[in-house]
């Protein structure tokens, strides 16, 4: 089975940058759509952006702007990079992928990004 293994996540300054990685244990052309999702405490996990398989993104109006979505189809590995960080955007992010032909969803274990001074 296909695992998502996500990293990067920190400690950071409001206005700072993290990039985050999200590795899959085979192909990524396994999934049609990856995603980055977040949840902050007490509130429901939210959509921050995704990537389709021929490239299209999709984002969170409170991350466009500030927010990048890419893929390495060589390296297996998405990433969402994060600048301008603000304190709301404090949450553990986590990586989600639909699997081609109806083959399910796969959520990875999800990384802290904490956003304070």
């Known amino acids: 089975q296909v695992q998502l293994v996500e990293s990067g996540g920190d400690l950071v300054q409001p206005g700072g940058s993290l990039r985050l990685s999200c590795a899959a244990s085979?192909?990524?052309?396994?999934?049609?759509?990856m995603g980055w999702y977040r949840q902050a405490p007490g509130k429901e996990r939210e959509l921050v952006a995704d990537?389709?398989?021929?490239?299209?993104?999709n984002y969170a109006d409170s991350v466009k702007g500030r927010f990048t979505i890419s893929r390495d189809n060589a390296k297996n590995t998405v990433y969402l990079q994060m600048n301008s960080l603000k304190p709301e955007d404090t949450a553990v992010y986590y990586c989600?992928?639909?699997?081609?032909?109806?083959?399910?969803?796969?959520w990875g274990q999800g990384t802290q990004v904490t956003v304070s001074s």
């Open positions: 990537i389709a398989i021929r490239g299209y993104t």
């Open positions: 989600k992928g639909d699997l081609r032909l109806g083959g399910g969803i796969v």
């Open positions: 085979g192909s990524i052309f396994n999934f049609a759509t």
